[in-house]
Every structure is written in C-alpha cells, then in structure tokens.
C-alpha cells in the first residue's frame, strides 16, 4: 500500500523528478505517414503511486492518463504529445540519470536541428 506522500509545493517538482528517475521513461519519434513529430513520457508503478503523480502532474497544468498493464499487476501513466514539452521543460535541468538526461538534451537537438 505505497503511495506519494504529502509535501510542500515548492518539492512537488523535486518529487516528480526523483521518480521520473526511478520509474519513468521518455520515447519520440516522426510519424512517417504523416511526417509529424510524437512524444511520449510514461511512469510505471502501483496504481496508488501513478495517481499521486497525477494529482501533482495536475498543479503543473499537464494532463495524463493511467492504463492498466495486460497481465501484469502493474500501471503506466502516459504524458503523450500535447503535454510533452510541458514536462519535458519540468525536467530538462534537473535529471539525475545521465542517460535520461542525454535522451532529453538529444530529442532538443533534434527539435531544434
């Protein structure tokens, strides 16, 4: 019976960022038969935790949605295209994972390139 404990507001992104180094991942990529940009930043976790991560995502003004994994006793909460940059921004600075960091400084290039 996990779940995200209650903190001050100024940690809230703190907290976001800890388990987007934990438990989440981030993929991208262009949509050949439309050349159109998608993103996608996804969490896994107990379904208690996924929706404490989304009443914060909710404060940040970015919305999400939570799936229930097929035959696993797990959850994935999506943040797809339409947010994507929002939370991208969120975490663009304060990563701890290099490799996660280097995925997001990456995707910029490609954006920006």
Not at 59 to 69: A, Q, V
Not at 87 to 100: A, E, F, P, V
């Amino acid at each position: 019976d996990r779940h995200i404990p209650i903190i001050k507001k100024e940690l809230k992104k703190y907290l976001l960022l800890g388990f987007f180094d934990a438990e989440g991942c981030i993929t991208y990529g262009i949509r050949k038969d439309r050349n159109r940009f998608w993103g996608k930043v996804f969490f896994t976790s107990q379904l208690k935790m996924l929706e404490g991560i989304q009443n914060i995502l909710i404060n940040f003004e970015i919305s999400s949605s939570i799936k229930k994994r097929k035959k696993e006793n797990c959850y994935d909460l999506y943040i797809r295209t339409k947010d994507f940059y929002k939370i991208i921004q969120l975490l663009q600075d304060d990563l701890g994972l290099s490799r996660k960091q280097q995925k997001i400084e990456a995707l910029l290039r490609h954006e920006l390139g």
